[in-house]
């Protein structure tokens, strides 16, 4: 079955960084789509990145404003995503999800179906 496992959460002060991750099993990594997405409390939950299977196409949201880093590593069946110049604003569960297997729908929000549990990002003094 599909696992995906996100870790490295945590608090950060306004202006650190921040590096996520999620694991992925139960399905074949290197030929799906995969996005990041978060949830603040009392909001619902909202797209932040996604990468296509070939790792070649990113999409960001526009609260990220180049200050965020989608990666993959398919050898480590691991998405990544590096957070720079973090905000209050920020602070969420972040959680990454499994889309599609087609290469044009790395952008759709719509295609994301699977969850991870988690992890808590908290950007504050």
């Known amino acids: 079955q599909v696992q995906l496992v996100e870790s490295g959460g945590g608090l950060v002060q306004p202006g650190g960084s921040l590096r996520i991750s999620c694991a992925a099993s139960g399905f074949s990594f290197s030929d799906y789509n995969v996005g990041w997405f978060r949830q603040a409390p009392g909001k619902e939950r909202e797209f932040v990145a996604a990468i296509a299977w070939r790792g070649s196409r990113m999409y960001y949201a526009d609260f990220v404003e180049g200050r965020f880093a989608i990666s993959r590593d398919n050898a480590k069946k691991t998405v990544y995503l590096e957070m720079n110049s973090l905000k209050p604003e920020d602070t969420a569960v972040y959680y990454c999800?499994?889309?599609?297997?087609?290469?044009?729908?790395?952008?759709?929000?719509?295609?994301?179906?699977?969850w991870g549990q988690g992890t808590q990002v908290t950007v504050s003094s």
């Open positions: 999800a499994r889309g599609g297997t087609m290469y044009t729908t790395v952008g759709d929000r719509n295609a994301y179906g699977y």
